[in-house]
C-alpha cells in the first residue's frame, strides 16, 4: 500500500531520501548530492511515496513566495517506474501545497520528464535552458 507523507532532514528516512535522488538524479550524469550545499532543506517541503517502509519516491518543494512553490529533485526508484507512482506524489504535492496557501507550482523538467508534465496540466513558459548540464524548460500550474 502506497502512503504519502512529509519528512524534515530530521527524520531518519532521510537518508532513503538523500541515497533515492542520489541515484536516480545524479549518479547518471556523473554528479553527486554530497557537492551540494543542501543547509536549506529545513526550509523546504519533503514530500516521499513509502511502501513497506521503503520510499520509493521523492520531491520537494521550495517555497519562492507566499503563494508560489518550486517543485524540484523528483525522484521515482528504477523498479517503481512506470506504475503511477510520480504522478500519484506530485497530486499529493500539489494538495500539500493547496493547503499551504500556495496558489502556483513552478518546475525546471528535464525535456526527458517534460511530457510527464504536460500530462499533468503544466505549461511550459520560456524556452529550453540549461541546468545540471542538461536541458531544462520552465513550466507552471496553478493549482488555486
Known amino acids: 500500500m502506497l ?36 543547509g536549506n532543506e529545513v526550509n523546504e517541503h519533503i514530500l516521499v511515496a513509502e511502501e513497506n517502509d521503503i520510499i520509493v519516491a521523492c520531491l520537494i518543494l521550495t517555497p519562492r513566495s507566499d503563494q508560489m512553490a518550486q517543485l524540484r529533485q523528483m525522484a521515482v526508484a528504477g523498479n517503481m517506474q512506470g506504475k503511477n507512482i510520480g504522478r500519484r506524489l506530485v497530486n499529493y504535492a500539489e494538495q500539500f501545497a493547496l493547503e499551504k ?15 510527464f508534465y504536460d500530462k499533468l496540466g503544466y505549461r511550459q513558459e520560456g524556452g529550453v535552458f540549461t541546468e545540471v548540464n542538461i536541458p531544462h524548460v520552465e513550466m507552471v500550474k496553478d493549482i488555486a
Open 101 to 115: 496557501g500556495y496558489q502556483q507550482i513552478i518546475l525546471h523538467a528535464r525535456m526527458v520528464a517534460k511530457g
Open 3 to 38: 502512503h504519502f507523507k512529509a519528512i524534515t532532514p530530521h527524520d531518519k528516512e532521510y537518508a532513503d531520501v538523500f541515497a533515492l535522488r542520489e541515484e536516480i538524479l545524479r549518479k547518471p550524469l556523473g554528479l553527486s548530492l554530497h557537492d551540494e550545499d543542501l
